[in-house]
């Protein structure tokens, strides 16, 4: 992934080349070894073709049980931001999540999961624990932005800058049996917001967001209609 940067002012072009995967896409990554170790104390096991970088499910499970679902909002208390270029001109300063952010993302993953999950029937939302109803909580665990943030604080009011790709976002996705509190599912998943050479500003960082929540919950659909035989 790469990222340009313009100035009107002095009409200069910087090329920024991000950091590549010397380790190569074979290798298992972070966020996979992390959710194998919580998938090991927990006692489930990888599921061997999957839409996920990993989903690990509990040894009999029975999903086609759960008809409700306790939604929990997204979490974003502890995510990483991670640097992906060596170019001190395209990160003025730390890129990080401002309450607004916050916002956005709780929304879009909501409306994600709502719109895959709910709207046409297969669950119900539900307040209080059963035993046909599952939690499902959700965490944004990294950021990798491939350019400054489209601030007044990351960039100069003249300065636009076009990547190719926002970036990267990793998440994370446990689902627990309400009553037991007992994790049933543990999914982890990273995904490229965007691959093509567009803009990189608030309004495609947005877009792509929003994108990357609607694929994810689209997915987890998929595994849980598979999971519980439909």
Not at 64 to 88: A, G, W
Not at 92 to 121: C, F, K, S
Not at 166 to 171: E, H, K, P, R, V
Not at 178 to 205: C, F, M, Y
Request: proline share 3%; charged share 25%; glycine share 6%.
């Amino acid at each position: 992934m790469k990222a340009i940067l313009k100035h009107s002012a002095s009409r200069f072009v910087v090329l920024a080349l991000a950091v590549s995967l010397v380790a190569g896409c074979s290798m298992t990554k972070k966020h996979e070894k992390e959710a194998q170790v919580k998938a090991d104390k927990a006692g489930l096991t990888a599921v061997p073709k999957t839409r996920f970088d990993g989903t690990f499910i509990a040894s009999g499970a029975q999903f086609s049980q759960y008809k409700k679902l306790i939604v929990e909002q997204l979490d974003l208390s502890d995510v990483k931001i991670r640097q992906q270029s060596s170019s001190k001109v395209t990160f003025d300063t730390p890129w990080e999540l401002n309450d607004a952010d916050r916002r956005y993302y709780q929304e879009r993953y909501t409306e994600a999961l709502m719109n895959n999950l709910i709207a046409d029937g297969t669950y119900a939302t539900a307040m209080q624990p059963g035993a046909d109803t599952l939690t499902v909580a959700a965490k944004v665990l990294e950021i990798a932005p491939l350019a400054s943030k489209d601030d007044m604080k990351g960039r100069p009011g003249s300065m636009k800058v076009y990547s190719e790709g926002m970036g990267t976002m990793t998440l994370e996705i446990t689902l627990y049996d309400s009553v037991s509190g007992k994790p049933q599912a543990i999914i982890t998943d990273q995904r490229d917001l965007g691959r093509i050479w567009e803009e990189n500003n608030r309004v495609t960082n947005n877009i792509q967001v929003r994108q990357a929540f609607n694929q994810w919950l689209a997915n987890l659909r998929k595994e849980l209609d598979k999971a519980s035989g439909r």
